[in-house]
Antibody
Framework: EVQLLESGGGFIPRGGSLRLSCAAS????????MTWVRQAPGKGLAWVST????????FLADSVKGRFTVSRDNSNYALYLHMSSLRDDDTAVYFC????????WGQGTLVTVSS | DIEMTQSPSSLSASVGDRVTITCRAS??????LSWYHQTPGKAPRLLVY???RLESGVPSRFTGRGSGTDYTLTISSLEPEDFGTYYC?????????FGGGTKVEHK
């Protein structure tokens, strides 16, 4: 059974930094590109970032470029989202997704940016 | 970036109704289109990928169609578990984009 488990969310002051993690199991992790999608309270889904299977290329939404980076550790089946200069509009549930069109989603971790 | 325009944004329906949701891309996406269903507090569930391929375990009452820039998801006969919000998503571009969502509510 494929499992994606996000962690690292919580309350963070405006301007602060946070690292989200996603622990994967039950799949050949290094064969999948991995994606972060977020959902602000009461809003729709928004793509944040994708990293290729090998980690050699990353893609970021314009809204987070220069503030977020994505990385992965294939030997430990782990995906990361490094978030800095956090703003109020970064408040959201962050989902880890295996691939770019996928049946495999984590349950999400809530990041709340508060002044 | 490819913009995905989804309509309607909401609709009211009853169990047994036929429901159709539309998604239009701002440029051709060669069937690189998925549909998801989400209920409150849960992760989205993949229903359809490649515009018309049903994900394993998804009931046959769901049908995805379309090509080029225009795509539809049809539920032939709405079941109680089908209420919630539906999203389309293109993966033609490395910059993925979602439609704004269609909330299907009880009439």
């Amino acid at each position: 059974e494929v499992q994606l488990l996000e962690s690292g969310g919580g309350f963070i002051p405006r301007g602060g930094s946070l690292r989200l993690s996603c622990a994967a199991s039950g799949l050949s992790f290094s064969a999948y590109s991995m994606t972060w999608v977020r959902q602000a309270p009461g809003k729709g889904l928004a793509w944040v970032s994708t990293i290729t299977d090998s980690g050699d290329r990353t893609f970021l939404a314009d809204s987070v470029k220069g503030r977020f980076t994505v990385s992965r550790d294939n030997s430990n089946y782990a995906l990361y989202l490094h978030m800095s200069s956090l703003r109020d509009d970064d408040t959201a549930v962050y989902f880890c997704v295996a691939g770019t069109s996928s049946a495999y989603w984590g349950q999400g971790t809530l990041v709340t940016v508060s002044s | 970036d490819i913009e995905m325009t989804q309509s309607p944004s909401s609709l009211s329906a009853s169990v047994g109704d036929r429901v159709t949701i539309t998604c239009r891309a701002s440029q051709g996406i060669t069937n690189s289109l998925s549909w998801y269903h989400q209920t409150p507090g849960k992760a989205p569930r993949l229903l359809v990928y490649a515009a018309s391929r049903l994900e394993s375990g998804v009931p046959s009452r769901f049908t995805g169609r379309g090509s080029g820039t225009d795509y539809t998801l049809t539920i032939s006969s709405l079941e109680p578990e089908d209420f919630g919000t539906y999203y389309c998503q293109q993966y033609y571009s490395n910059v993925l984009t979602f439609g704004g969502g269609t909330k299907v509510e009880h009439k």
